[in-house]
């Protein structure tokens, strides 16, 4: 979503989806921002479960990103690698 508020409001309602047994787990995709996954991490009432990103040089191949997965049992799935 273009914004964290954006995307903090439309991860609250999919978290509805759980609640109702519609769906198991939850993932982001294409989020190239540490920040942003820790933010939507810490207001995440469900965790998410897999991150999505692409796997190239110039995002220094989430490093950053990978690690804080590591920390926190998130599965980390690379595509366009």
Request: glycine residues 2%.
């Amino acid at each position: 979503m273009p914004t964290m508020t954006q995307t903090q409001s439309a991860w609250h309602t999919l978290e509805t989806f759980v609640d109702t047994g519609q769906v198991r787990q939850l993932g982001i995709s294409n989020c190239y921002n540490r920040t942003d996954l820790e933010r939507l991490y810490e207001t995440a009432r469900i965790k998410p479960a897999i991150i999505q990103n692409r796997f190239y040089a110039e995002t220094n191949y989430d490093r950053d990103i990978r690690a804080f997965c590591d920390q926190n049992q998130i599965i980390y799935q690379s595509f366009w690698t």
